[in-house]
């Protein structure tokens, strides 16, 4: 288990105060077999204090592929990003990078409620669970890689062991070769308040905790 620490006044980490954490990390087992990997799960488990303060949303870990940097308004044509994120009352969602306008149409249609027409990244599904106060959530994701150039994909999400989120027809690659990039996964451990914007910063000092952390390549 590893404590994270948000200062208060903090949004992300390249703001000053500096805030949470982004960083990548691959497994040492398994690093030889990933870039070829189509279908991988990430589980983890999440706590947040009794008191703390969500604010308007906050970024937490997820899996990625292609490039570094699958963020911040990246046109995400050769890299993807499901992070997982927190909205206020703690309502949770998958925080989908992934190139837009090549989606299927059920992507952003993700019930209870999917916004797809921010200049950042897609929130699929938002409120379609809740994070823990004083308690551990306990996060599954698995991504199954689209053929190159279609849309068949998935994305699946399991909060405590219940399935919450099962998304079909996602977009993530184009790129038909296991040596591309846009096959590579591992994940993102990224947490932070945000967004950008200062109406995001936390008001006080506050951490998470997180553990458990396993990675499976299934295919």
């Avoid at 570094?68 to 990078?97: H, K, Q």
């Avoid at 938002?126 to 994701?141: C, N, V």
């Avoid at 990039?181 to 936390?202: L, R, V």
Wanted: hydrophobic fraction near 30%; proline fraction near 8%.
């Amino acid at each position: 288990m590893f404590q994270l620490r948000y200062p208060a006044g903090s949004v992300n980490p390249g703001s000053d105060p500096q805030g949470g954490a982004d960083f990548y990390a691959v497994p040492p087992s398994l690093k030889s077999i990933l870039p070829a990997a189509r279908n991988v799960t990430l589980e983890y488990s999440v706590y947040f204090p009794e008191d703390f303060d969500w604010v308007k949303g906050g970024k937490l870990p997820g899996l990625y592929g292609g490039h570094e940097s699958c963020s911040g308004g990246d046109d995400a044509e050769s890299c993807f990003s499901t992070r997982m994120m927190w909205r206020p009352g703690g309502e949770g969602e998958i925080y989908l990078y992934a190139p837009r306008d090549k989606q299927a149409s059920n992507v952003c249609a993700t019930p209870p409620k999917t916004v797809c027409d921010s200049v950042y990244g897609m929130s699929l599904g938002r409120g379609s669970f809740a994070f823990a106060l004083g308690g551990w959530t306990r996060i599954t994701q698995t991504v199954v890689l689209n053929t190159p150039g279609s849309p068949d994909g998935s994305l699946d999400l399991d909060v405590n062991g219940q399935r919450v989120m099962s998304v079909q027809g996602v977009y993530y690659r184009n790129a038909p070769s296991a040596s591309t990039p846009q096959n590579a996964s591992c994940w993102i451990h990224s947490t932070f308040f945000g967004g950008h914007e200062q109406d995001y910063a936390t008001p006080k000092d506050q951490f998470t905790y997180f553990g458990d952390f396993v990675m499976t390549v299934n295919s």
